[in-house]
């Protein structure tokens, strides 16, 4: 008796107690727990948690940011700024509507690799659409991004009619700065994908500037089709930014 009544205080303990610290844990960020747990155990004290012990800061209390300053100083909270809506393309976008372009470079510097080398350590070669195109690429293995290509890379190649498109693949791998910024590009990190730019519509050429508090309109070639693929997999499509890019496809399935 004395046994089952401490059993039960204990379940309505936890009862109690979990789900109040888990609620502790932002919704957001238990998504990047989730879809990186190779390299995050948890969340404590504002910050997450990296298996190798250090943290990074969730929220830095900073409110009501400028555009600029989302680019340029986000935290991890920021990354989630403007959501990313799945299937709907929701044209005309609103002025700097950008879901997945605001990044923490220090948070994916952790997770793919701090250098170019250390990056190329977790690359694999892939072949993109063996039947429509056939093109070697390089891909991270990490958080099955790898696997994620290879599927859309199956699935995409069933359709003869996307193979424009689909062919000339204009980079995956490049550790590089994303042009007019100081602010390191997501090729950097073998996770990101330009389609061949005979069909892309990219506002830096349209606008012929690199200022990002341009004015914009939109354009876009890219069947909408190819989009949801992508998509279905975990990729963001910059053809959903107010600052489009529709060549690019970036794999952030904690947005998704
Ligand atoms: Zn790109």
Known sequence: MKKLISLILVTISLLIIQPASAAKIPTNAKKLIRHYKESI????DNHIVF?????MKWDDGIKNKSYQQLLDEPDLEDMFHDK?????AQIPLSVNYDPGRIRVEPFFLKLYGESADKVKENLKEIIWCPKLVGQKIMVSTLYGADKKFEKISAELDKYP???PYLSKIAGTFNWRK???TNRLSMHSFGMTMDINTKFTH???WDCKCKNEDVVLGYNNSIPLKIVRVFEKHGFVWGGKWYHYDTMH???RPELM
Do not use: L, P
């Open 41 to 44: 155990i948890g969340f404590e």
């Open 161 to 163: 009619e996307f193979a």
């Open 84 to 88: 990313y809506r799945k299937r709907k």
């Open 51 to 55: 298996t190798d012990g250090t943290r």
């Open 178 to 180: 994303i042009a007019g």
């Open 202 to 204: 990219y506002w830096q």
């Open 249 to 251: 496809f970036e794999y």
